[in-house]
């Protein structure tokens, strides 16, 4: 069983397209995040959910934004993509609202061309 | 937000071999964790260590939180070793990420 699961692994797409990227955790934690990891392997916070607050990294564009349709599910949405996008994110969760014990999904390799 | 910096960037060790690897965060901190990241990606959860001393087989951690400092002790290293090692910082509920430093152990 996957804690943390993402698709899709792989997404190729061209310049201007709208994307998705989805995100599942059986844990039952209360808390999911999305990361970015650019080329140089830094990894960048993007978004915080839980069922009650929708924290931003004020450095994200808004052609990003999370969606969440119930508590296991965080997906992410991007549009009008930019060749910039291109890295690899990563989707987490955690029990509570602490940021304690995360657990991270595998990661989709965006590129965009 | 908190800055967390880690040493060295970049490590290369015969296989058996010990090493230390060194995070320094700027503020207080009550959340600083360890992650390895493997060859093929995968983010592995190593410590949850906000102070003293964790041990998990031939890993260990320390957090000094008055020097805002963490060391990650490896021993007797093997290639399984090999990957990045990120420590991390509070930023809110969120976490805030060193550079990472990237170990290659040879056989």
């Known amino acids: 069983d996957t804690a943390v699961s993402q698709t899709p692994k792989y997404l190729v797409t061209q310049m201007g397209n709208d994307k998705s990227i989805k995100c599942e955790q059986n844990?039952?934690?209360?808390?999911m995040y999305w990361y970015k990891q650019d080329s140089k392997k830094f990894l960048k916070i993007m978004f915080s959910y839980n069922n009650k607050e929708l924290i931003i990294n004020e450095t994200v564009p808004n052609r990003f934004s999370p969606k969440s349709p119930d508590k296991a599910h965080l997906n992410l949405h991007i549009n009008s993509l930019e060749l910039g996008d291109s890295a690899v994110y990563f989707c987490?969760?955690?029990?509570?609202?602490?940021?304690?014990?995360?657990?991270f999904g595998s990661g989709t390799r965006l590129t965009v061309v | 937000g908190i800055q967390v910096e880690q040493s060295p960037p970049d490590l290369i060790l015969q296989e058996g071999a010990n090493s230390t690897l060194r995070c320094n965060f700027s503020?207080?901190?009550?959340?600083l964790q360890w992650f390895h990241q493997n060859p093929w990606g995968q983010l592995i959860n190593l410590f949850y260590?906000?102070?003293g001393t964790k041990q998990n087989g031939r890993l260990s951690a320390t957090t000094v939180a008055t020097e805002r400092y963490s060391l990650l002790y490896i021993s007797s290293s093997q290639t399984t070793d090999s990957g990045v090692y990120f420590c991390?910082?509070?930023?809110?509920?969120?976490?805030?990420f060193g550079g990472g430093t990237r170990l290659m152990v040879k056989p």
């Open positions: 991390a910082g509070p930023r809110g509920n969120m976490l805030t």
């Open positions: 260590i906000p102070s």
């Open positions: 987490a969760s955690s029990p509570g609202w602490t940021g304690i014990g995360y657990t």
């Open positions: 503020d207080s901190v009550n959340n």
């Open positions: 844990l039952g934690h209360d808390t």
